[in-house]
Structure formats: structure tokens, C-alpha cells
């Protein structure tokens, strides 16, 4: 899907199209256009400078690369840690050092040489049936491994990215053995072949086809929205796992300037911005997620939920175990089913 060009169209309606841009940048975006587009015309709207963005699911990695240095990308925005790190460690990636970015985002949220700023935050939650789950029956996601859940849960597949940070977040809680254990309990305990998203899980739940599942918390917010999806998400509560042990696994949305990018100042400016109060306060309000600087506030729906412990290991560190939380999945042929 591409979009280029089509923010600042719309801008042209507004007053500050009285004169033109001066400058520009270019946004490939794994986020999605409706999410993101309010903060381009914040940003534009306070500094004038023109956003162009291109928007796909999947892909962006191999076009930056057959691109190489001819390419028009400045920064990736992306949802998740793990497509950040597939940029940075394609060596795509420039560095960053920007003080207002250090003071905005925590050291746990942003890469240690400047390679990815996190951008607002989402925890990875169990989601439980409301008539078939006894509240506290089940708090932390070592539960999920326990027989009393055989044939009742659901999930997306084991190398999707969210599951994949979590995965992660086991080995660097509990070692890659007991991660491997664990992964084969939870596999067992399945309801069915991994498949579908998050909400199709919860979905799975309310059809009765299981009883819990793994989600991301603004899920909650997306399915509440949605009339065609409300049932589901009043079928549900929401288990911030582990709360008397290590925290909740928090993953997150953040971006990347790219190494090639023929507007790195705009760049630098844009995500200097995105870590703005103005910028947080507009991703907390569209997408039920948390924001990543402690001085904004989530959303009341958000805040709704309950405060809870995030797990405190650092992204950066679980980044590194990417790549054995992907071997553990394919060892254990997770995404075979039960």
C-alpha cells in the first residue's frame, strides 16, 4: 500500500499550506496509516516539514534492502521490536544521540547506542473466559503449562513477532531449557493449530472454542471500538501475568533512522517529536497503548484496566534472544498444534 504523499495533501487544506514546504521526510511505516497520519499532521503542522510515508504488513525489510543506498527512506516506524531489530541488524541503521530523546524515553525502552527509541509500550497479556476461568486461576504465563489447560488455549503462531518478543522475554527470565519445557507444555495444551491474530484468539474464546488465550493489551481497546467485535471483548478479562514475580512482558512501537536516509535532520526531528508529550498523548488517545514517557498519562479506557508491574529487563537484552526464542519454535514445531 502506498501512500506517499497523501498527509500532506490533506494538509493543503489547512492554513499552513499558505506556503510551501521546505523540507521533507520518508516514512516507511509497519504501522497503520490511521494511526499514525494524526501525528504527521501534528508534526507537519508544528514544523512545517512535509512527511511522505509508505505503508505495508510486511516487506519493508527487503525493499530497504534491494534499495540500498539509493533509498528514498529517512526513518522506519514500526509496531514492534522485533522488525526494528531486523533493520539494525541488516546494518540499515544510523545511529542516534539526541539528549531530548534520552530524557523522554527510558533506558529500558531504547537501544543503548542510539540504533531504536521505543515509542509507546503494550503489554502481552492473557485473556481469560469470564464464565469458564475462576478469577486467579491463573496469574503468571508459567500457568499456561499446567495441565488443567490441555486443549484450551489459543494463540497466533509461535514466530510471529509478539510472540516472539515474549518467548524472548522467558529465556531471559528463565533460561532457554525451561523455555523449551514450558513451550512444549503450552503446545500441548493448545485448542487447536496456531492461527489468525489477537482478537481472533479472544474470538475463540467467546465461541467457547478455548478459554485463554495471549494477547496485547489495546486489543481490549480495538475490539471494545468495534460493534462487530464488543461482544467479544465483554466474553473476557485481562491477566497481567507474573505481578508477584518478574512483571508483565511490555513490548513495544518504535522507529529507527536509516544509515541511507536523504533527510536524516527531518528525521532526527520527526522522532524527537514523536517522543513529545503532544505526540504521546495522541498515540495513547488513537490506540489504547501505553505511553513510553512516565510524564503522560494513558488513556481513561487504558487506565481503566488497572495499574500493573512491567517485566524490568531491558528490550535491548531481549532483543538478543530473538534469535533463540525463533530456534525454540521451530525445535519444538510450536506451530504444528497439539
Known amino acids: 500500500m502506498r501512500r506517499w504523499g497523501s498527509v500532506v ?9 499558505g506556503s510551501a514546504a521546505a523540507s521533507e521526510v520518508n516514512v516507511y511505516s509497519y504501522r497503520q496509516p490511521e494511526l499514525i497520519e494524526p501525528l504527521f499532521k501534528a508534526f507537519t503542522k508544528k514544523t512545517g516539514v512535509k512527511v511522505n510515508m509508505v505503508y505495508a504488513q510486511a516487506g519493508l525489510l527487503e525493499r530497504l534492502k534491494a534499495e540500498g543506498a539509493r533509498s528514498p527512506a529517512d526513518i522506519v516506524l514500526s509496531s514492534d521490536l522485533t522488525r526494528l531489530i531486523e533493520v539494525v541488524d541488516a546494518g540499515l ?21 542510539g540504533r531504536w527509541y521505543g515509542l509507546t509500550m503494550r503489554a502481552r497479556i492473557i485473556y481469560a473466559s469470564k464464565e469458564r476461568v475462576p478469577v486467579d486461576s491463573i496469574r503468571s504465563y508459567l500457568d499456561l503449562a499446567k495441565p488443567e489447560w490441555r486443549q484450551r488455549i489459543c494463540t497466533r503462531p509461535g514466530d510471529h513477532p509478539y510472540n516472539l518478543g515474549l518467548i524472548a522475554g522467558m529465556i531471559s527470565r528463565h533460561g532457554v531449557d525451561k523455555t523449551r519445557a514450558w513451550l512444549l507444555s503450552v503446545k500441548a495444551n493448545l485448542a487447536q493449530k496456531p492461527q489468525g491474530n489477537d482478537r481472533s484468539q479472544v474470538k475463540g474464546i467467546h465461541e467457547g472454542l478455548c478459554d485463554v488465550s495471549l494477547g496485547n493489551t489495546y486489543y481490549m481497546g480495538k475490539m471494545l471500538a468495534d460493534p462487530k467485535e464488543t461482544a467479544w471483548a465483554q466474553s473476557v478479562y485481562m491477566v497481567f501475568p507474573d ?33 513529545t508529550e503532544e505526540a504521546q498523548r495522541i498515540y495513547a488517545d488513537a490506540n489504547s497503548e501505553y505511553p513510553v514517557r512516565q510524564d503522560v498519562a494513558p488513556s481513561a479506557l487504558v487506565a481503566a484496566w488497572g495499574k500493573f508491574k512491567a517485566d524490568t529487563v531491558g528490550l535491548a537484552d531481549v532483543a538478543k534472544l530473538q534469535g533463540d526464542a525463533l530456534r525454540l519454535v521451530n525445535e519444538t514445531r510450536f506451530n504444528d498444534g497439539p
Open 243 to 275: 505481578q508477584n514475580s518478574g512483571g508483565t512482558h511490555v513490548n513495544i512501537s518504535g522507529a529507527t533512522v536509516l544509515k541511507a536516509a536523504p533527510n536524516r535532520a527531518e528525521a532526527v526531528k520527526l522522532l524527537e517529536f514523536l517522543a
Open 9 to 17: 495533501a490533506g494538509l493543503c487544506m489547512a492554513a499552513i499550506c
Open 93 to 113: 541503521s544510523a545511529p542516534v544521540q539526541s539528549p531530548s530523546l534520552v530524557a523522554a524515553i527510558p533506558a529500558q525502552y531504547r537501544d543503548p547506542d
